[in-house]
């Protein structure tokens, strides 16, 4: 969110000490009005369809890692940061990308890709392969729409793969959440983000069965941090609620 001092604000609304931040191009915190959110949104549909080409999509997100770097160093107490990727680089350029622009900038782990389509979720196979030389870095994908069920699948398979790749679903899987759910149960390398849950009823059922490998999360400025932390407080015990809120992501990150 820009400016940073609005992410603060929420967070310190919302009681968070610090937080993991993404790199992104779409800013809906600064839309007032329908027609401005309207931009935004068709803005990011033009991401997700791959609108503009690779040159295009390396710009963007170059953009977006040096307005993330600046956050991060402002705030080094607030902030982490996770480090976004362009799908469709060769398998060298991918890794060159991962080496300079997020393991030399101490990015804590690669994200957020948002896969359109499963063409789009195939590329990840040479992400996955690559994060692979670098054990305990994780990878945080958006699962809600539009990705399918079918693209999920292909997650899934990757997961296989690459057991000791940590793999976040984020958004647990949207209305897939309990084919989400019951894979990342048999496989201990999934974590489940808990933002914008598709129902309460999923999150209440993510925080029963898996607590330990479940995260906070707000999808700021889509969702309110205040807001869904007082969900997770609401089902879940205060152990698990602590867990949940920041212990569960500060072990996976070595905090």
Request: glycine residues 8%; hydrophobic residues 40%; aromatic residues 10%.
């Given at each position: 969110?820009?400016?940073?001092?609005?992410?603060?604000?929420?967070?310190e609304?919302a009681g968070i000490?610090?937080?993991?931040l993404?790199p992104?191009?779409?800013?809906m915190e600064?839309a007032?009005?329908?027609?401005?959110?309207?931009?935004?949104?068709?803005?990011?549909?033009?991401?997700?369809?791959?609108?503009g080409?690779?040159?295009?999509e390396?710009?963007r997100?170059?953009?977006?890692l040096?307005?993330?770097?600046?956050?991060?160093s402002q705030?080094p107490?607030?902030?982490?940061?996770?480090?976004?990727?362009?799908l469709?680089?060769?398998a060298?350029?991918?890794?060159?990308?991962?080496e300079?622009r997020?393991?030399k900038?101490k990015f804590?782990?690669?994200?957020?890709f948002?896969p359109?389509?499963?063409?789009?979720?195939?590329?990840?196979?040479q992400?996955?392969?690559?994060?692979?030389e670098?054990?305990?870095?994780?990878i945080?994908?958006?699962?809600f729409s539009?990705v399918?069920?079918?693209?999920?699948q292909?997650?899934?398979?990757?997961?296989?793969?690459f057991p000791?790749?940590?793999?976040?679903f984020g958004?647990?899987?949207?209305i897939?959440?309990?084919?989400?759910?019951?894979?990342?149960?048999?496989h201990?390398?999934?974590?489940?983000?808990l933002?914008?849950?598709?129902?309460s009823?999923?999150l209440?059922?993510?925080?029963?069965?898996?607590p330990?490998?479940?995260f906070?999360?707000?999808?700021?400025?889509?969702?309110?941090?205040l807001?869904l932390r007082?969900?997770?407080?609401y089902?879940a015990?205060?152990e698990?609620?602590?867990?949940?809120?920041?212990?569960?992501?500060k072990?996976l990150?070595n905090?």
């Amino acid at each position: 969110m820009l400016p940073s001092s609005l992410q603060i604000l929420k967070m310190e609304e919302a009681g968070i000490e610090q937080a993991v931040l993404f790199p992104t191009s779409i800013h809906m915190e600064q839309a007032e009005t329908l027609e401005e959110m309207e931009k935004e949104l068709r803005s990011l549909n033009h991401v997700l369809s791959g609108g503009g080409g690779i040159k295009s999509e390396i710009q963007r997100m170059e953009q977006s890692l040096s307005e993330l770097s600046a956050a991060v160093s402002q705030h080094p107490d607030r902030f982490y940061g996770f480090g976004c990727v362009p799908l469709g680089l060769s398998a060298d350029e991918t890794a060159l990308w991962i080496e300079t622009r997020i393991i030399k900038k101490k990015f804590l782990g690669l994200g957020e890709f948002t896969p359109g389509t499963e063409a789009n979720m195939l590329q990840l196979r040479q992400i996955f392969s690559v994060i692979s030389e670098y054990p305990g870095i994780p990878i945080w994908i958006h699962t809600f729409s539009p990705v399918t069920k079918a693209g999920l699948q292909i997650l899934m398979e990757f997961c296989i793969q690459f057991p000791k790749v940590p793999v976040i679903f984020g958004h647990m899987g949207g209305i897939h959440w309990m084919e989400t759910l019951s894979f990342a149960k048999k496989h201990k390398n999934v974590y489940l983000d808990l933002s914008a849950p598709y129902t309460s009823l999923s999150l209440r059922a993510a925080l029963k069965e898996l607590p330990e490998r479940c995260f906070y999360g707000s999808d700021a400025p889509l969702g309110e941090p205040l807001f869904l932390r007082q969900m997770i407080e609401y089902f879940a015990a205060p152990e698990t609620a602590k867990q949940v809120l920041g212990e569960n992501i500060k072990a996976l990150l070595n905090l």
